[in-house]
């Protein structure tokens, strides 16, 4: 889809084993790492380092017996997509 927007976001969305398996804390505690704050991994390589994202999210979204595992990636304008994703 494309529609008027500032620019484009990016979602990639693994499951994962839920709040039951022993290693959800662990997925939990990767996301964080990876987009859970600004000097996470990914914030510094894409936001920081090759400026082609303005923003990154990492997260869990842990239901009982599966859950989700999100990266959000907001492209800065003007930039490849294609190279982010």
């Known amino acids: 889809m494309t529609d008027r927007v500032s620019n484009t976001r990016l979602y990639r969305v693994w499951a994962i084993p839920g709040l039951l398996d022993p290693d959800s804390i662990a997925l939990e505690v990767a996301a964080d790492a990876l987009g859970g704050s600004a000097s996470a991994r990914l914030t510094s390589e894409l936001v920081r380092g090759d400026q082609t994202a303005v923003n990154i999210g990492a997260f869990t979204l842990p ?7 999100y ?9 490849d997509a294609d190279a982010v994703g």
């Open 63 to 69: 239901f009982q017996r599966v859950g989700l595992f």
């Open 71 to 79: 990266v959000q990636v907001d492209v800065k304008p003007g930039a």
